[in-house]
């Protein structure tokens, strides 16, 4: 295992809201470099999954571990080392895409320049001091792929990363998918089969 | 830690000063209902007991409708995940409070000249008047910061906070209320234990919803 090396295990993840069991018996082991795309039909659970990789929600049982460089990580470390983009994650609308990725460049350490060259790559550099609300639904989800990636983490997850893209918008988004996942972790929740086929492996949630 | 609490405090005070909802809907309260009183006494001066009572009950009021906005807000436009996912809880309640705090004090330097010159208020311990408005409004500020988090989780409204917040705010505004009536009425009032009391409510306050706030900010 290598200092910077980051892995996964989940083992017999279950989720219920109330007394409705959404998934249970979930268990995979990622390391750096494999990619995972979650499947299923709609209210499978693959977001809520995500969210619980995430830290953002609790499992109702079975346990996730989550190691950097051998050193097993707190829930409020995971922050640090995932990019994480979700069709339920709204910006500010009154800000523009300057002000928010100066705040998340703050908040998250990542480097300004870095997501200024993504702005460019993505193709919103002239919209860049347009408020996120005049946004095109397109532009804010290519918006939140550049803040998951920008800070370069080990994890990235995204839920239906192609949603609400055309044509030119999946082939540079899924473009920048495919490189950012030889380094890294990705787990991705995908509707989609193109989504599907970027990752190596399935793990389908009945 | 400071850049990453100055970061969330500026981009609050960005979309406050673009939606304006905030000072709004404070400042709308607070106007008509010093107008509305003002029409309703028609000049008859009131005992310092009662413009006590009315004084803080509208600072209250403007309080409950102005400072929930700031985490209703983030659930309302969806925008509470990407916080939580880019900053962490701690730095989120203490930056809210904060602009929860500035705004308030803000919101009191406009209402209070309005009320005591609408109204035709004379205060008699002018110093002590002067520290315990302040100190009643970082003590409000304190209380609606956590459960203005506390509405929004839960996906609760506005009168559900109001409703909540009463048994809370009860003693401040009791004291806040006395206090301020022995002010108006008493020349040369000083008591140092109703400020040390309101400062130590918001201290202890603080210290809790600190303590508590990932709880309830990250936990769904």
């Given at each position: ?118 702005l460019?790559?993505l193709d919103l ?10 946004y095109?639904?397109g532009m804010r989800q290519r918006l939140k792929f550049l ?17 609400n893209l055309?044509?030119?918008g999946?082939?540079l988004v ?33 | ?220």
């Amino acid at each position: 295992m290598t200092e910077d090396s980051f892995s996964i295990r989940a083992d017999s993840l279950a989720k219920r809201f109330y007394r409705t069991g959404i998934f249970r018996g979930i268990s995979f082991r990622l390391e750096r470099g494999e990619a995972l795309a979650l499947t299923g039909p709609n209210g499978s659970g693959k977001s809520t999954l995500l969210e619980i990789i995430a830290g953002l929600q609790r499992q109702s049982a079975g346990s996730l571990e989550m190691a950097w460089g051998g050193r097993v990580l707190g829930r409020s470390e995971i922050f640090g080392f995932l990019g994480f983009m979700s069709p339920r994650m709204n910006l500010y609308g009154e800000l523009n895409a300057l002000e928010i990725i100066h705040f998340t460049s703050a908040c998250r350490r990542g480097p300004e320049q870095r997501a200024l060259d993504l702005l460019d790559e993505l193709d919103l550099t002239r919209h860049g001091d347009k408020p996120v609300a005049r946004y095109s639904s397109g532009m804010r989800q290519r918006l939140k792929f550049l803040l998951a990636v920008f800070a370069d983490p080990p994890l990235l997850l995204l839920d239906e990363p192609g949603s609400n893209l055309d044509r030119r918008g999946k082939d540079l988004v899924y473009g920048m998918i495919r490189r950012l996942m030889r380094d890294r972790i990705v787990i991705i929740a995908a509707n989609e089969e193109e989504e599907m086929n970027l990752c190596g492996r399935r793990l389908a949630l009945a | 830690m400071l850049k990453e609490l100055l970061q969330n405090i500026r981009k609050d005070f960005i979309i406050e000063f673009r939606s304006r909802y905030a000072l709004s809907v404070s400042l709308s309260f607070a106007g008509v209902s010093t107008l509305g009183i003002g029409l309703a006494t028609a000049g008859r001066p009131l005992a310092p007991g009662v413009h006590a009572v009315l004084f803080w009950l509208i600072m209250f009021f403007s309080a409950m409708n102005g400072l929930l906005h700031i985490f209703t807000r983030e659930e309302e436009q969806g925008t509470s995940l990407f916080l939580r996912i880019t900053t962490a809880p701690e730095k989120v309640y203490l930056s809210k409070l904060i602009f929860n705090i500035l705004m308030f004090l803000s919101l009191q330097l406009l209402i209070t000249p309005l009320y005591l010159f609408f109204l035709q208020v004379e205060v008699r311990s002018l110093l002590f008047f002067l520290l315990l408005v302040p100190a009643g409004g970082l003590a409000l500020a304190s209380a609606s910061t956590i459960l203005a988090a506390i509405v929004a989780k839960s996906g609760g409204k506005g009168a559900l906070f109001t409703v909540i917040s009463f048994p809370l705010v009860l003693p401040l505004l009791w004291v806040a209320m006395t206090a301020t009536g022995q002010a108006l009425e008493r020349p040369d009032y000083f008591d140092g234990r109703n400020l040390l009391f309101l400062l130590a409510f918001s201290g202890s306050l603080v210290a809790v919803s600190y303590l508590l706030f990932p709880y309830v900010w990250m936990e769904e």
